[in-house]
């Protein structure tokens, strides 16, 4: 029996991002895989008043439980209302579909986005299967999201090595065959921890805002979403080195760069390293303090404040998402 997003209380993506599109901001979507992670988002979100796409990929749904997944889901919006008397708008998204099939599911559980990432296909082949889900999600209300351009790293079971830019020329058709209500492009993001390769004190790369400016021109107001948004916070990065971690030459994408492109046609920015980052370092810190701790509260319950301020701190310097309802 299909269940329908409006039941749980999610909504799509599409007011969402007319709203980012006229003010200037950009929607952020955070991943989760676990009970600490999604109450951090929600947290941060209700206190920062920002709207929210909680995000989950293929593997957060073979590792949490595609059932369990959606009531957690569910569960966040209930929370969400006892929280707060002006409720957020929160959409709840599959990251990088690889085929109609798990797109579908998902549109059939209660999930009110999707993205059909077709960007490793030809061409052509993307334009089909991101056709076909659109034609399919059109008769849920729910929103999709395509891909045009591929990401270096890894998106969960379509990895690449190396990436390559989305070409401007590409996006008007694309977006005109599919019907697709979001683009995700490829502008020098990539997912993961280490987006670079740069010397220590070396700056990273500029993103491509030439491509992306090229891409609003042929498009205009058409939502754009960007992937392998983390800064990999080297905060973090420090603290898990110090309490016995690797995790040498870890970089991303300078904060004010993401601040620039979600003033532009960025509307939703993708964020999940970093909440993976703040979580590994905090644990390792309460691990190494305490090595009689076992727990699972007293080092996940910290993991999770650290988790709710970046999140709070990316909607309110970052994103610009704060303050909107
Ligand atoms: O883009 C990839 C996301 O960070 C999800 O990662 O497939 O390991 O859950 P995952
Ligand atoms: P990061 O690895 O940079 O957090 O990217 C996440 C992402 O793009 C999820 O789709
Ligand atoms: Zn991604």
Redesign the pocket.
């Known amino acids: 029996m299909p269940v329908s997003h409006k039941e749980l209380g999610f909504v799509n993506t599409r007011e969402m991002f007319r709203n980012a599109m006229k003010d200037g901001y950009a929607v952020p979507a955070y ?1 989760f ?1 676990n009970m600490e992670q999604i109450q951090a988002i929600i947290t941060a979100c209700v206190k920062s008043k920002s709207p929210v796409i909680l995000q989950v ?4 749904r073979d590792y949490a439980n595609a059932t369990l997944l959606r009531w957690m889901g569910k569960g966040a919006i209930e929370m969400m209302k006892e929280m707060t008397p002006s409720p957020i708008p929160v959409a709840l998204h599959l ?2 579909g690889d085929s109609f099939e798990i797109c579908k599911s998902c549109i059939d559980n209660g999930f009110s986005s999707v993205m059909i990432d077709g960007s490793a296909l030809s061409y052509e082949k993307n334009v089909e299967v991101t056709g076909k889900v659109v034609e399919y999600a059109r008769q849920y209300d729910v929103t999709v999201e395509g891909e045009l351009g591929v990401l270096a790293g ?3 079971e379509v990895s690449s090595e190396h990436s390559h830019y989305t070409d401007p020329a590409q996006v008007e058709d694309f977006v005109k065959k599919t019907g697709v209500d979001s683009l995700a492009i490829s502008i020098g993001t990539s ?1 993961g921890a280490y987006k670079f390769k740069v010397k220590p004190g070396e700056s990273v790369p500029p993103l491509r805002f030439d491509i992306l400016e090229e891409v609003e021109r042929r498009i205009p107001g058409f939502p754009i979403v960007l ?1 392998g948004a983390s800064s990999v916070l080297q905060d973090y990065i420090t603290m898990i080195n110090k309490y016995g971690g690797k995790m040498d030459n870890a970089v991303g994408i300078p904060e004010e760069q993401l601040r620039k492109a979600a003033k532009s046609a960025v509307c939703k920015i ?1 964020i ?2 970093d909440g993976r980052l703040v979580m590994t370092a905090v644990i390792r810190k309460v691990f190494a303090e305490k090595p009689g701790e076992f727990d699972p509260r007293k080092y996940l319950g910290p993991a999770r404040e650290d988790l709710v301020k970046m999140y709070m701190s990316k909607n309110e310097n970052v994103l610009g998402s704060a303050n909107r309802y």
């Open positions: 991943n895989n990929s293929k593997g957060a990251d990088h890894i998106e969960d997912h992937h993708n999940d390293s």
